[in-house]
Every structure is written in C-alpha cells, then in structure tokens.
C-alpha cells in the first residue's frame, strides 16, 4: 500500500484544516488506517484509528470531539478533519496502513506510512 497525505499547512489557534490521505493498491480496503503525529521533541501519537469496514474508530485523548476520521475504500482514501485546532496540535502528521483489518497497539504495528504533512498551528 503506498500512501500519500495531503491538507496540511498553516493555521490559526481555533481554526479547522482537513487532511486527506489516497492509498493505492487493491489491499486499502483491507486495512485500519490510523493518522498519527510526531511533534519536535515529542513522541509519536496516534490520534485517530478506522477500521477496514469503517465499523469503529479510536481517537486519543487529546484529539476526542474535535478530530474526525473517516474512509472512502471506494475512493481509496481517509481523512482526518480537524476543528478547534490549538498550539499543542502542531506536528507532522502521517496516515499509516496497519497491515490487518483491525486497529490496535502503538504505532509500530502500522506497517505502511505516507510522507507526513506538516501543521502548524499558530497567530
């Protein structure tokens, strides 16, 4: 699976940026997508999780009711839409294919990632 994101950029402190993820080959439907960030000096987190079949989602703590993520396998694609956006939420962000159907366990279960996509939130 090879993956490519896209959304990220400059925003303000409140604000809303949405970020797309395209996956190609014929085995994205079969994989939970998560989006995950690493932040300078931080560790890796991972924010949000969707099943293959879009069943169920995980999001951390940080991000849960104000990030969305969902999935298009007709499209080959997930995005994570993002809303009251703070300093905190600055970092790089990938998209990553964990390999199985299902999500679960820490970031080094998810076998293919994209390029990342930086956000940086700030006045």
């Known amino acids: 699976v090879q993956l490519q994101a896209s959304g990220g950029g400059l925003v303000q402190p409140g604000g809303s940026l949405r970020l797309d993820c395209a996956g190609s080959?014929?085995?994205?439907?079969?994989?939970?997508m998560g989006w995950i960030r690493q932040a300078p000096g931080k560790e890796r987190e991972i924010v949000a999780q969707?099943?293959?079949?879009?069943?169920?989602?995980l999001y951390a703590d940080s991000v849960k009711g104000r990030f969305t993520i969902s999935r298009d396998n007709a499209k080959n694609t997930v995005s994570l839409q993002m809303t009251n956006l703070s300093p905190e939420d600055t970092a790089k962000y990938y998209c990553a294919a964990r390999g199985t159907p299902y999500y679960g366990g820490d970031a080094s279960t998810y076998q293919w990632w994209g390029q990342g996509t930086l956000v940086t939130v700030s006045s």
């Open positions: 969707i099943n293959s079949k879009s069943d169920r989602t």
């Open positions: 080959g014929r085995s994205f439907r079969d994989n939970a």
